[in-house]
Nanobody, 129 residues
Framework: QVQLVESGGGSVQAGESLRLSCEVSGYTSRSNCIGWFRQAPGKQREGVATIYTGAGSSYYADSVKGRFTISQDNAKSTVYLLMNSLKPEDTAMYYC??????????????????????WGQGTQVTVSS
């Protein structure tokens, strides 16, 4: 059973930083794409960043490019999302997700939630102005 557990959310002021963590367990070695998604109240869930774990390639939504960084620590089976220069519009529930099996980097790069089979419970990020 694949489990993803997020942590690190909280309430911050605009311009501050947060680092989210996603601890992955029971993850099949054939799976090679993990991502962060977010959903604000009344809005659709959107892809924030993904990492193609074999190559270490990362992909970002335009709204977070240059501010957010996704990374992995294989020894800890953890994926991180470092969020700098946070804005009020970044306020949302953030979810970690994993694709169920091996996939192409082109799929990982699309940041489409329909491609991801396993999801964490989410961690809230609130940014005040």
């Amino acid at each position: 059973q694949v489990q993803l557990v997020e942590s690190g959310g909280g309430s911050v002021q605009a311009g501050e930083s947060l680092r989210l963590s996603c601890e992955v367990s029971g993850y099949t070695s054939r799976s090679n794409c993990i991502g962060w998604f977010r959903q604000a109240p009344g809005k659709q869930r959107e892809g924030v960043a993904t990492i193609y774990t074999g190559a270490g390639s990362s992909y970002y939504a335009d709204s977070v490019k240059g501010r957010f960084t996704i990374s992995q620590d294989n020894a800890k089976s953890t994926v991180y999302l470092l969020m700098n220069s946070l804005k009020p519009e970044d306020t949302a529930m953030y979810y970690c997700a994993a694709i169920a099996t091996w996939t192409w980097s082109s799929v990982c790069s699309r940041l489409e939630d329909r491609s991801f089979a396993y999801w964490g419970q989410g961690t809230q990020v609130t940014v005040s102005s």
